[in-house]
């Protein structure tokens, strides 16, 4: 009866307490970096190429969790070479000067089902501001191959021009060429970082 107690007390225990946070590293091959940006009457969407990151998520202590990620400014792509030209000269990115966008996450806050605020320092043309993400967690599986990813969808609208990207042309109309607000779409898929255990 001693013994049948002690093991339920100490499943009790273990059940209680708080799981440790996983490690992931981004999958840049099943990930995708994205934004959006109103053109005169329309919307034109963008992404960037070349990125990395790592992030750890324990949904029953989010204060464990954590996000960082680095953007290479010059992988810009929105399938129109003069355009990105343009964006990547110093009207916009000015990414000989500023070759990299980061954010760095410091919070995380649930508001929902799977779903969180994601609060950090945005980096872009070498301004830092304070963004809030609005996250999806897309749930964690084992892939063909053993290892355990994680997937989440994140978005957010900016004002480029808080981040000292001013170029614009009045039209006629009295409209703006671009829109300042710009919307980033990030698709994120991690692979846990494998453990190494120590040799006794």
């Known amino acids: ?13 273990l059940s209680t307490h708080p799981a440790l946070a996983s490690d992931y590293s981004i999958d840049k091959s099943h990930s995708r970096i994205g934004f959006q940006v109103r053109h005169l009457l329309s919307k034109v969407s963008g992404e960037f190429k070349d990125f990395e990151g790592e992030f750890s998520f ?19 792509n929105t399938n129109e070479a003069k355009r990105d030209e343009h964006l990547r000269s110093a009207n916009f990115l000015d990414v000989e000067k500023f070759p990299k966008v980061a954010f760095v996450g410091k ?14 320092d ?13 996250v999806e967690y897309l ?3 084992k892939d063909p191959w053993g290892n355990v990813r994680a997937g989440f969808t994140a978005t957010t609208t ?3 021009k808080d ?6 042309k009045v039209l006629e109309s009295g409209r703006v060429l671009v829109g300042e607000e710009v ?18």
Do not use: C
Request: proline letters at 3%; a positive charge.
């Open 1 to 13: 009866m001693k013994t049948h107690l002690t093991l339920v007390i100490a499943s009790l225990i």
């Open 58 to 76: 324990d949904p029953e202590k989010l204060t464990a969790s954590k996000a960082n990620m680095t953007i290479h400014a010059p992988s810009i």
């Open 107 to 120: 919070k995380v806050t649930a508001s929902g089902d799977k779903k969180y605020k994601l609060e950090g």
């Open 122 to 134: 945005f980096t872009l043309h070498g301004v830092t501001k304070p963004v809030t993400f609005d």
């Open 139 to 141: 749930g964690t599986d």
């Open 158 to 160: 900016i004002n480029r």
């Open 163 to 168: 981040f000292g990207v001013q170029w614009n």
């Open 183 to 200: 919307t980033v779409n990030i698709e994120v898929e991690g692979i846990e970082k494998m453990v190494k255990k120590e040799k006794n």
